[in-house]
């Protein structure tokens, strides 16, 4: 049973930082790729950066320049490093990997963690 459990979040004035954590159980880690996604309040969830089972990493817009993922396959975990946070990135953080088909593929249907809170006061 593959298990997610985000950690990290918490309460941030603007311009703060926080590091994200997503420990994985069950899981092949570094098979596949991995997400991170969060919701803010009334809005719909939005991707927010993305790792290659390669490496290669993606970001939003929002998050460019600011937010950096990685993984660490040694210890079956993806981080989410945030600095100069902003109000508009009060949010609950979830992340995701990607599943492996019955033939061994990654496919683009996901397991999620919890989620954890970030909240960030102006």
């Known amino acids: 049973q593959v298990q997610l459990v985000e950690s990290g979040g918490g309460s941030v004035q603007a311009g703060g930082s926080l590091k994200l954590s997503c420990g994985a159980s069950?899981?092949?880690?570094?098979?596949?790729?991995m997400v991170w996604y969060r919701q803010a309040p009334g809005k719909d969830r939005e991707l927010v950066s993305t790792?290659?089972?390669?490496?290669?990493?993606n970001y939003a817009d929002s998050a460019k320049g600011r937010f950096t993922i990685s993984r660490d396959n040694a210890k079956n975990t993806l981080y989410l490093q945030m600095n100069s946070l902003k109000s508009e990135d009060t949010a609950v953080y979830y992340c995701?990997?990607?599943?492996?088909?019955?033939?061994?593929?990654?496919?683009?249907?996901?397991?999620w963690g919890q989620g954890t809170q970030v909240t960030v006061s102006s």
């Open positions: 995701a990997a990607e599943k492996v088909s019955v033939v061994g593929r990654c496919i683009l249907n996901y397991y």
């Open positions: 069950g899981y092949i880690f570094g098979k596949c790729g």
């Open positions: 790792i290659g089972r390669d490496g290669t990493t």
